[in-house]
């Protein structure tokens, strides 16, 4: 797919179009550069270039189509579904209608996704008026989201299809809904596939955070926003358990590296107009319905097939290991956030004072060996896992991770219950009676 797009980039010319200069005009025995007339001429028509040249690179001056391979649309195209109209805002409404004492009126962003599913439903238990967002992208199996999005119905909860790009859609919802909250889950997720298409990272983790970040601020009343980091922004920092406060600049990943880009950016907006962020960085989140990009996800598959699986170690054949974080656990720190997040300060885009501005660990403080979990699967599974043992590649990778999260029980309580081997089970169980066979996992 990426091939394809950057084929695609490299058939259009430097300098498109029929604009060419001729030798003679800027024959130094003719016309020198010393005098005023003569300087004005030159960058007159450098100026000239440079304008034909941004004129037929821009985006509106070719088709969608032919910049980016089809299969590619859906991350980019701002798009939508029909939207619009007494039905459809009525829907709109009915799903972020508060139906508790003191409830919450939350727009959660990636409603589709993992962490979006297990949250939107949660705040949906309790009472909180819930409205989802998500733009199905086809990162991962897209059926999968559909699926999730179908139990959220079943819940009472409404998924609006779109893009956070899209400000126009997003203006109008907050028109029709005063959400009192925002928890910001939509992003382009996985460290390896940044290396296939870096764009869609920007694009949605960038982009796409910042035109939500501009839709909050102007928004009446502004909404507390909570949103997803990652522990990948420890990068390679090599001190644990990592804390809140340590190094997060040198990380060993774009998709890191777009993560503490958004840190930043909360901080700004944060700064600015008083808008009240927190963000949450997630240590390897995993559970019914998780992302099939993940290697419990996929050594499950791989295993039941019978296929081999990637077994990485790190350098004179150190440990891999990973702090695992059951979804139900992570749920609960999400929500703990969303209850304990203070009121953003601006008005009409002005800051009125200063506003709350957090960022949590939220793990299990367990990292377990990628070589247990292997252990853990096939037991559960009952089936031995055909292992190959291979270098940690150099593809954004960390060795571990591990989790100090002392701040996050400090504010909120914050206690992780769920052991790996207790996870595993309940996703097993789930990912069986979903996928039997696991030929939909193929797709």
Request: charged fraction near 20%; proline fraction near 5%.
């Amino acid at each position: 797919m990426p091939s394809s797009s950057s084929s695609h980039m490299d058939n259009i010319p430097s300098t498109p179009g029929k604009f060419k200069t001729e030798k003679s005009m800027f024959n130094p025995n003719r016309l020198r550069l010393h005098t005023p007339l003569a300087k004005l001429t030159f960058y007159s028509f450098v100026f000239l270039g440079l304008i034909l040249v941004f004129f037929f690179k821009s985006p509106s001056a070719t088709s969608s189509t032919s910049q980016y391979p089809s299969s590619d649309l859906s991350r980019r195209s701002l798009k939508t579904s029909s939207w619009g109209g007494p039905s459809w805002e009525k829907r709109v409404r009915s799903s972020a209608r508060i139906r508790s004492r003191n409830g919450l009126s939350v727009l959660v962003t990636g409603a589709a996704g993992f962490v979006g599913t297990h949250v939107s439903v949660a705040l949906k238990r309790r009472g909180d008026g819930v409205l989802g967002i998500d733009n199905f992208n086809d990162y991962y199996d897209p059926s999968l989201k559909r699926a999730r999005q179908a139990l959220l119905e079943r819940s009472g909860i409404y998924i609006v299809e779109g893009d956070i790009n899209d400000d126009v859609l997003l203006k109008k919802l907050f028109e029709i809904v005063p959400f009192s909250h925002v928890m910001h889950l939509a992003a382009q997720a996985g460290v390896r596939y940044a290396m296939q298409n870096p764009s869609s990272y920007v694009h949605s983790n960038i982009a796409g955070f910042v035109n939500l970040l501009e839709i909050c601020k102007n928004a009446n009343p502004q909404p507390a926003i909570v949103w997803a980091s990652s522990s990948s922004v420890y990068g390679l920092n090599t001190k644990v358990p990592f804390s809140e406060k340590d190094r997060t600049d040198q990380p060993a990943s774009l998709y890191a590296a777009t993560k503490k880009a958004g840190e930043e950016i909360a901080h700004t907006y944060n700064h600015i107009y008083g808008l009240s962020l927190t963000g949450l960085r997630f240590f390897t989140v995993y559970g019914p319905w998780g992302r099939p990009d993940m290697a419990y996800f996929f050594f499950t598959r791989d295993i039941l097939k019978g296929k081999s699986i990637p077994v990485f170690e790190a350098a004179n054949h150190g440990t891999v290991a990973r702090d695992f974080t059951y979804i139900d656990d992570i749920v609960k720190g999400c929500l703990g956030a969303l209850d304990t997040a203070e009121k953003s300060t601006g008005t009409g885009g002005k800051k009125r004072g200063p506003a709350q501005l957090r960022v949590f660990n939220l793990g299990n403080t367990s990292p377990v060996p990628v070589s247990d979990l292997v252990g853990f699967l096939e037991r559960l599974l009952k089936v031995k896992a055909k292992r190959m043992v291979m270098k940690l590649p150099r593809n954004g990778d960390v060795q571990f991770t591990h989790a100090n999260i002392s701040y996050a029980r400090r504010e909120f309580g914050y206690k992780p219950t769920t052991d790996l081997q207790t996870g595993l089970k309940k996703f097993v169980r789930w990912y069986v009676s979903y996928y039997g066979s696991g030929k939909k996992s193929d797709q």
